[in-house]
């Protein structure tokens, strides 16, 4: 169990100038369970990869705990991932592919004197390590001197010095001693036995995978991960190849796992109802950059930009073109399909406070949020029914306002609440008529498409765009890629 940290993260690859994944910042907390969220494309997956150490980072750091692994190999860093097309040996019992990983590898185990007692010496095993670290880092300085500043090479002889610190105290430092050994058959057996106990495969241990199903597959690749006590649990997309119904199976046993091996779990997902159900906090990523980070209650109730907002929640939000107007009374309002939707007395204050001015909107309310009502209501709006879906327990409704140039909105309406003579109108090409709550409203500047009430404190003004194609980046991460290039290349030569 351990925190995990990445600072300043990019990801440039070989022959692309736009990067994978642009300054990355977060911290996240022992034992939380972390979901990364986005369309395909966004870094969420390179991003995962990186943390295993199955990607190389271009800059930045990422920490394990207090430990910095940008140079340690995957194996070292105390990790188990769980991918999404399971990786299983398909000539191997789910025994076997549970306990292969514990078998073929080495754990450290406390070495023991004469004396019965721990030994206490120099680890000559870190000082190897560090001091490889720092060959490779003073090499790569070398070959960058000529095509970096002053000031990025400043940079690197700093994190030099540090890691020849960091040797120093290992090589001047008695510290309890481990030695690297094979696990033993018995307590490899407890491992894989009690994992499959958890995870309900106990009776497939002797199957081979071709004779498992999707959801049993999966659960033996996650269970080949618990059996390694793991610092960190990252998953891949884990349920992505399995159908509706098993998906919401997994996704409640991958809640009650969570509860039972209590470690820090980072989730890749593209679902957003998989990060809404699972994570303690969701990371929304677009375009290789952070879009947002929160509990799945405060991105639903807050989000930061039209991105979010249109990405979280099923229907989508609906946007609606609109203007912030200021009223005679000293309150806001957003002015929707040729009505004002008067703000609350707190959002007009901090508007008011900002000295706001009339601006065009984008007005986005969810198709919850979205009420039917009598053709007589003052802030009745009427629109026709383009289509309707029937969901049992509610109805989607999609329909389009009657006002010049309105776009189709969708309404989600309890069936239980429907009167027979509304069911009777939600038809193709009836007549509703529909109401906008308030409070439930989001209010987004048109110009930038930011949360206007998240630029406030920033004085209210333009703000760089969201997640711009060509981001400014240091010359350090490019330089950096070119110089591993050519370190590969003598390393083959």
């Known amino acids: 169990m351990a925190t995990v940290t990445l600072k300043n993260v990019y990801k440039y690859y070989e022959k692309n100038e736009i990067p994978a994944v642009a300054d990355f910042n977060l911290e996240i907390k022992d034992k939380e369970f972390v979901v990364f969220v986005g369309p395909s494309g966004c870094g969420k997956s390179t991003t995962l990869r990186m943390i295993a150490g199955l990607e190389e980072i271009t800059a930045g750091e990422i920490y394990i705990g207090s430990r910095k692994v940008n140079e340690v190999e995957p194996k070292d860093r105390d990790i188990a991932m769980v991918f999404q097309n399971y990786a299983l040996y398909p000539h191997m ?136 006590n793991p610092k960190v649990f990252l998953m891949d997309e884990p349920l992505s190849n399995l159908d509706a119904k098993l998906r919401n199976t997994m996704r409640g046993e991958i809640l009650l796992l969570r509860k039972k091996i209590n470690t820090t779990f980072i989730y890749v997902t593209h679902d957003q109802i998989e990060a809404m159900t699972l994570g303690d906090r969701i990371v929304i990523m677009r375009d290789g950059f952070i879009q947002q980070v929160g509990t799945p209650q405060e991105v639903f109730d807050d989000p930061t930009n039209l991105f979010v907002a249109g990405f979280i929640g099923t229907p989508q939000m609906n946007f609606i073109d609109s203007r912030l107007v200021k009223l005679s009374n000293g309150k806001y309002a957003a002015e929707v399909y040729g009505k004002n939707i008067v703000l609350s007395d707190e959002k007009s204050k901090m508007l008011a406070d900002h000295k706001v001015p009339e601006i065009p909107l984008v007005f986005g309310i969810r198709p919850e949020h979205i009420t039917l009502c009598k053709a007589d209501d003052p802030i009745a709006h009427k629109a026709k029914v383009d289509v309707s879906e029937m969901m049992g327990s509610e109805i989607y409704i999609h329909a389009t306002p009657d006002f010049a140039g309105a776009q189709d909105i969708v309404v989600r309406a309890p069936t239980i609440n429907l009167s027979p003579a509304e069911r009777k109108n939600i038809v193709d090409g009836g007549d509703i008529y529909f109401k906008m709550d308030e409070k439930a409203s989001h209010l987004f500047d048109k110009a930038d498409e930011v949360n206007i009430f998240h630029k406030l404190d920033k004085h209210f003004g333009p703000v760089a765009p969201v997640a711009p194609a060509t981001p400014a980046a240091p010359v350090a991460p490019k330089a950096e890629v070119k110089a591993n290039q050519d370190v590969k290349k003598d390393e083959k030569k």
Request: overall charge positive.
């Open 93 to 228: 019992t789910v025994y076997n592919n549970m306990a292969f990983g514990l078998k073929m590898g080495k754990f450290p185990y406390p070495k023991m004197g004469p004396d019965g007692k721990q030994v206490i010496g120099i680890d000559e095993r870190k000082v190897r390590t560090l001091q490889g670290q720092v060959n490779r880092m003073e090499k790569e300085r070398n070959r960058l001197a000529i095509i970096q500043s002053q000031d990025e090479l400043a940079e690197m002889d700093k994190n030099i010095n540090e890691l020849q610190m960091e040797l120093r105290k290992a090589a001047a430092t008695p510290v309890p001693l481990f030695d690297m050994k094979h696990m033993p058959k018995a307590e490899i057996d407890k491992r894989v036995k009690d994992a499959a106990q958890i995870l309900g495969i106990t009776e497939y241990l002797g199957r081979k995978p071709k004779a498992l199903s999707g959801g049993q597959r999966q659960r033996v690749a996650i269970g080949r991960a618990i059996v390694r």
